[in-house]
């Protein structure tokens, strides 16, 4: 489960930056189109001006020309109620304003449409409209303010870049006013702060439920610290889970709140190790968790059926039974930790890879990103395989149908997880950065669900004798 969050955060965090450059030709209109928010929440909010800045940078050989440049700034909203003047030759747009159609080539009738000037005379647009004639050689910045979060859209239009000049370009800088980082990102920084505090909502109440437990039972029998905590051994590692996720959360919200404070332009080795400590805490905790349910698959904690044993002298079968389940269990948990191992190195030198602050293997993530989740597949399957037949295996039938639900929800999620990692590969290398963050929140929630249902599935169970039993 982890490991896909792992491999959607590093997808969302190289997203890039907030000023396009636009190259110009003569007689040809170029149509860019973004979303900026203009938002006054108070967290996560560096109180910028919400706005669209266009310069032209100095050392073009066609600011010293000095020609004239036809710009509009426009809404969204208002550019599709007008008839344009000339067809935009292409049409640049972020997820957003693609999401509105607003970069189609279409067939739509405009013959109705009123122009621009008549629509500002009628006073029918919902924004303002800026229609301005820019000098190539201006060293100062337009500035066209947004009081409306919403699709906005500009138009640059000329027929004066003189015949030999190599080209010109307009930079703009599509300002948000909560900070520096893309909508995409801004939204992601928001579901981690939510998680971390669902995460933490659940970790405190199950540990007081369990304290409240505790003490119940500490009224009946009196328990030593170290036998406590082995009876309890279930519920403590629900615990740390949601702790640890707790934090993981935290330390994303960290990162992206500091990121959204100095841009993208914070970056090198601090931003590579920053991002690699993340993704080796996600590591390691995603193989603890893979450990844990090998061994609960694999039935370490649980009493088997009694096999029929006909021959030998009364009590020799039974006694061999315990030392061969004895010695299965230690067999079973020497070979958990022997692959985990191994998955854990394959995951921190992906970590390395993807973070870039280390190469080992020459920059192949995307192919380790593959062999891993080859990997998870072949564990779910192998292992779920096991836990059916612990499943029938099983003395006690109360813990069976336990057993069987954690492989359900498992099951289920997995397979969630699987259909949506080949979308989110499609949904970035279409640059699709909302829709990406759509659907990870989807997988968050699922995830805090399954939580919540595996700790109410095994809350009244305890270890005794290094073996499961329903209290």
């Known amino acids: ?16 930056a907030l000023s396009d450059v636009y190259p110009l030709e003569n007689d040809k209109t170029i149509q860019a189109c973004a979303y900026v928010v203009h938002s006054n929440n108070w967290l996560f909010n560096e109180h910028l001006e919400s706005q669209i800045s266009i310069s032209f940078p100095p050392d073009q050989a066609a600011a010293k020309a000095d020609f004239e440049l036809d710009m509009v700034a426009i809404s969204g909203e208002d ?9 935009p030759a292409a049409k640049v747009c972020d997820e957003s304003a693609n999401n509105l159609k607003y970069c189609q080539y279409g067939s739509v009738d405009e013959s109705t449409k009123p122009k621009l000037d008549d629509l500002i005379k009628k006073h029918g647009n919902v924004r303002p409209v800026e ?4 000098r190539s050689s201006s060293k100062e910045e337009f500035v066209y303010k947004v009081e409306e979060s919403g699709v906005y859209c500009l138009l640059f239009r000329t027929s004066d870049i003189p015949a030999g000049t190599s080209k010109f370009d307009a930079t703009v800088d599509w300002q948000q006013s909560f900070g520096r980082i893309l909508v995409s990102d801004y939204r992601y920084l928001w ?3 939510y998680m971390f505090l669902a995460y933490l909502v659940f970790s405190l109440a199950y540990l007081l439920i369990l304290q409240h437990t505790i003490n119940a039972d500490s009224a009946n029998t009196v328990l ?32 992206y709140a500091y990121l959204n404070k100095r841009g993208y332009t914070f970056s090198g080795f ?15 905790l995603t193989v603890w968790l893979i450990y844990n349910l090998m061994l609960i698959t694999m039935g370490v904690y649980f009493r088997m059926k009694e096999p029929e044993d006909t021959s030998a002298s009364a009590g020799q079968p039974v006694l061999q039974s315990q030392q061969r389940t004895a ?16 998955l854990c190195i394959e995951l921190l030198i992906y970590d390395m890879e993807s973070s870039s602050i280390f190469s080992i293997i020459g920059g192949k993530s995307d192919q ?6 080859g990997e998870m597949v072949t564990i779910f399957v192998v292992f779920g395989s096991w836990g059916l037949l612990t499943y029938r295996n099983m003395a006690n039938r109360s813990l069976a149908i336990r057993l069987l639900l954690t492989i359900f929800l498992l099951f289920f999620i997995f397979i969630f997880e699987f259909i949506l990692r080949g979308s989110i590969i499609e949904d970035y290398l279409g640059e699709k950065f909302l829709t990406i963050v759509h659907a990870t929140s989807y997988t968050y929630l699922l995830d805090f669900i399954v939580t919540i249902l595996v700790g109410l599935i095994w809350k009244n169970v305890t270890l005794e004798n290094n073996e499961l039993t329903i209290k």
């Not at 010695?327 to 191994?342: D, E, H, I, N, V």
């Open 191 to 193: 579901l981690c702060w």
């Open 1 to 16: 489960m982890i490991a896909v969050h792992l491999i959607l955060a590093a997808l969302i965090s190289s997203a890039g």
């Open 368 to 373: 380790l990103s593959d062999v891993i989740f």
């Open 131 to 134: 229609h301005r004639k820019l």
């Open 224 to 255: 030593v610290r170290s036998l406590r905590n082995k009876k309890y051994k279930f519920q403590y590692k629900v615990i740390l889970y949601a702790s640890a996720v707790t934090v993981l959360f935290l330390v994303e919200t960290i990162d």
């Open 79 to 87: 550019l599709q109620k007008i008839k344009l003047e000339y067809l």
């Open 270 to 284: 601090s931003m590579s190790l920053t991002t690699f400590i993340t993704m080796m805490l996600n590591t390691l």
């Open 327 to 342: 010695s299965s269990r230690r067999k079973k948990a020497l070979g958990a930790r022997l692959f985990c191992l191994f």
